[in-house]
């Protein structure tokens, strides 16, 4: 089975870019549809993108033209490039492996939690004015 392995967070200035990245330990990145979520201090965890085993690719309101999620299976790795950071960007980042499904699945649960079988431990990203 895959293990998500985060990392990559760090203090980031405000409008700055900072990536992401996530290694599918034990298994093919191409096997899995991938999240990337976060978790802000004292509030609940939400879904920041998704992008499915065809490349199709969701984002959240709050990060949409500002945020890429992306695969690259040489590296067996999936990315989040985030660009324009601001604060409400500051939490713990994770990264989430879901078996695959038909597209059609994920356009309407790509931000539910309960679908992805696999977890990361999170990287910390600190954005600071």
């Known amino acids: 089975e895959v293990q998500p392995v985060e990392s990559g967070g760090e203090l980031v200035q405000a409008g700055g870019s900072l990536r992401l990245s996530c290694v599918a330990a034990g298994s093919s990145v191409d096997r899995y549809a991938w999240g990337w979520f976060r978790q802000a201090p004292g509030k609940e965890r939400e879904g920041v993108a998704c992008i499915t085993s065809d490349s199709n690719t969701y984002y959240a309101d709050s990060v949409k033209g500002r945020f890429t999620i992306s695969t690259d299976n040489a590296k067996n790795t999936v990315y989040l490039q985030m660009d324009s950071l601001n604060s409400e960007d500051t939490a713990l980042y994770f990264c989430?492996?879901?078996?695959?499904?038909?597209?059609?699945?994920?356009?309407?649960?790509?931000?539910?939690?309960?679908?992805?079988?696999?977890w990361g431990q999170g990287t910390q990203v600190i954005v600071f004015s």
């Open positions: 989430a492996a879901s078996p695959a499904h038909t597209s059609s699945w994920y356009t309407r649960l790509w931000n539910s939690q309960n679908i992805y079988d696999y």
